[in-house]
T-cell receptor, first 114, second 113 residues
């Protein structure tokens, strides 16, 4: 079965600084990969997704992620964070076929310092 | 397109009572998913519908849980004889194609007292 590891439970970043959130997955083939963001008490919003092709994926709100097959990673990056980026971020893997739901990591809580 | 709608937003119930949640997906989406999220955890997959057919159920979905999607439109998730461990956020998501990125609703937060 597939799994997702987000090694950082909390990350604190100063406003305007760059950000990288780590995600490692375990699956035998190339999965579908996703990053979602969740604000307190809210549902999840899709930031970006990777299916195939270019391994650098651009998303909404200035986020990007890079798929590295050799490292089984899909790290999320942003060059300059804003206070409104403070939220919970989830990496997820889907194994296609449509019959399987997504497997999520436990999330990384992003704190923005003024 | 009004997004995925879930009702109610919050539900407080006494242990042993039955509860039912509703999810209205994006109208053109034929796939519908239910997830459960407990505090400090990522969402966990519960079950999945393609149109009205329930195609997969997680082993997390005990006998007390049942989901339906009559006519392939809205879906309901019922929990019978609720237990305190059922307290969680129940999220619904819908999708139009395989792996297209699911659109999530805002969830129903269940508290069992």
């Amino acid at each position: 079965a597939q799994s997702v590891t987000q090694p950082d439970i909390h990350i604190t970043v100063s406003e305007g600084a760059s950000l990288e959130l780590r995600c490692n997955y375990s699956y035998g083939a190339t999965p579908y990969l996703f990053w979602y963001v969740q604000s307190p008490g809210q549902g999840l919003q899709l930031l970006l997704k990777y299916f195939s092709g270019d391994t650098l994926v651009q998303g909404i709100k200035g986020f990007e992620a890079e798929f590295k097959r050799s490292q089984s990673s899909f790290n999320l990056r942003k060059p300059s964070v804003h206070w409104s980026d403070a939220a919970e971020y989830f990496c997820a893997v889907g194994v296609g076929g449509g019959a399987d739901g997504l497997t999520f990591g436990k999330g990384t809580h992003l704190i923005i310092q003024p | 397109d009004t997004g995925v709608s879930q009702n109610p937003r919050h539900k407080i119930t006494k242990r042993g009572q039955n509860v039912t949640f509703r999810c209205d997906p994006i109208s053109e989406h034929n796939r519908l998913y239910w997830y459960r999220q407990t505090l400090g955890q990522g969402p966990e997959f519960l079950t999945y519908f393609q149109n009205e057919a329930q195609l997969e159920k997680s082993r997390l979905l005990s006998d007390r849980f049942s989901a339906e999607r009559p006519k392939g439109s809205f879906s309901t998730l019922e929990i019978q004889r609720t237990e305190q461990g059922d307290s969680a956020m129940y999220l619904c998501a819908s999708s139009s194609t395989v792996g297209n990125g699911y659109t999530f609703g805002s969830g129903t937060r269940l508290t069992v007292v």
